[in-house]
């Protein structure tokens, strides 16, 4: 049963730490476009 | 390069607009993919029974094949696909090239998964972490290549030989993925047979493991069509603000250069004005 925890873990975590970096470069980025938008106009 | 009019920033705007109306789809998905996902675990390691060969080691067939079937079919399927539309001068546009991007790193992702995943399973299954089986072999050459994909983005060059290079270089990997698919009917292999698409079309698996199977599909590419869609959206966010930051690098330069140019003039001014 340790295994199939272990997969399923593994599996499940990465996903989420890898959906969450891009939840975070999205927003980051996003600030960083409407700053620049806002100094253009 | 040919740029759509989609693509291109409008004045005062960095981001192209088509990429903001999508943010409530992207949610929907978002919120599909983590039900769908739930439901598969909760299904996989609660609600049903433990296989008759395998016992409960069955259970992470439900995640494993779903994740191969992202890496492998999904992920370069899109990128294979975007590529050839960038390599067509008809149809070249750069959003075929951060599409193919986006793709290859979100298939990276389920590929090192992949990996890992059947390592798990075949430890206890076979006895060892990992041999040297032509399907193994040749998913964890597809892995390297995939490194390789994302490696050549990194190194610096002008915007249109990086996608030309990117776009072969993911058409070369792609001629690998055939391979992993039928290395199994095409070699004796330690990993098993196809269980849902072999050669006879016949799914050998039944009843609620066949549905929490088609469930595992279904949820691990809902999760995968909202990773794209969210990576998506970072690379025309980040080559916007490349585009934008060399225009305000442009315009400084030729304030600087007009300065001079002004100051120059103006201390050659009285010499040319004194006879």
Request: charged share 15%; with cysteine; glycine share 6%.
């Amino acid at each position: 049963m340790s295994y199939i925890v272990a997969g399923y873990a593994i599996a499940l975590t990465t996903l989420a730490v890898y959906a969450g970096l891009l939840v975070v470069r999205r927003r980051r980025l996003e600030r960083l476009a409407a700053r620049v938008e806002d100094e253009q106009s | 390069m040919t740029l759509s009019t989609a693509d291109a920033p409008t004045a005062g705007r960095v981001v192209p607009k088509w990429t903001r109306r999508r943010t409530w789809t992207v949610r929907i998905l978002g919120i599909a993919a983590l039900v769908s996902i739930v439901c598969t675990v909760w299904l996989g390691l609660w609600i049903t029974p433990p296989d008759k060969v395998q016992h409960q080691l069955v259970r992470l067939l439900y995640i494993h094949p779903p994740i191969a079937w992202v890496a492998l079919y999904c992920a370069f399927g899109i990128a294979a696909l975007a590529s050839i539309l960038w390599l067509w001068p008809r149809t070249r546009s750069p959003l075929w090239d951060r599409l193919a991007a986006s793709a290859v790193e979100v298939g990276a992702v389920f590929t090192a998964l992949t990996l890992v995943t059947g390592s798990i399973w075949g430890r206890p299954t076979w006895g060892v972490w990992w041999a040297w089986d032509a399907r193994l072999t040749s998913t964890a050459l597809l892995f390297v290549m995939l490194l390789g994909y994302l490696a050549l983005r990194r190194v610096p060059s002008d915007a249109d030989t990086r996608s030309r290079r990117c776009a072969v270089a993911a058409l070369i990997a792609a001629v690998d993925v055939p391979i992993v698919h039928f290395s199994v009917d095409w070699w004796k292999t330690l990993h098993q047979g196809a269980t849902v698409l072999n050669a006879n079309l016949s799914p050998t698996v039944h009843g609620s493991m066949a549905w929490t199977l088609l469930l595992g599909f279904v949820a691990f590419t809902l999760v995968f069509a909202w990773m794209l869609a969210m990576r998506l959206r970072i690379e025309t966010l980040e080559q916007a603000l490349e585009g934008a930051e060399l225009d305000e690098a442009l315009h400084e330069r030729w304030a600087e250069g007009d300065a001079s140019v002004g100051a120059s003039a103006r201390r050659t001014e009285p010499a040319e004005a004194a006879p």
